[in-house]
Nanobody
């Protein structure tokens, strides 16, 4: 069965850190682009970090650049999103998503495999 299983997240104070994990089952990580999306209440789902298949090129929007780190271990089919210096505007449900091929897309509709989502809340 093809799926993504997430872990991590939770409640953290501003300036704190959290790490999210995403494990693939039924497919190999190196042949897929993996993107982390987040969705805040009342807002559209937005891409926050993507790692392309094969070359492993990493993309970040300006809103998280310098604060988030995306890494992966192809041998163990696991990807991580390390989030540092968290801000209240980082609050939302975070999803990892995969699409076959080597290209990162910002559009959620381009991804056909999704994790179950995990809540990240940044609040004092």
């Amino acid at each position: 069965q093809v799926q993504l299983v997430q872990s991590g997240g939770g409640l953290v104070q501003p300036g704190g850190s959290l790490r999210l994990s995403c494990v693939t089952f039924g497919f190999t990580l190196d042949r897929y682009a993996i993107n982390w999306f987040r969705q805040a209440p009342g807002k559209q789902r937005e891409a926050v970090s993507c790692i392309s298949g094969y070359h492993g090129t990493i993309y970040f929007p300006d809103s998280v650049k310098g604060r988030f780190i995306f890494s992966k271990d192809n041998a163990n089919n696991t990807a991580w999103l390390q989030m540092n210096d968290l801000r209240p505007e980082d609050t939302g449900v975070y999803y990892c998503a995969a699409t076959s091929g080597y290209v990162c897309y910002d559009l959620p509709r381009m991804y056909d495999i999704w994790g179950q989502g995990t809540q990240v809340t940044v609040s004092s």
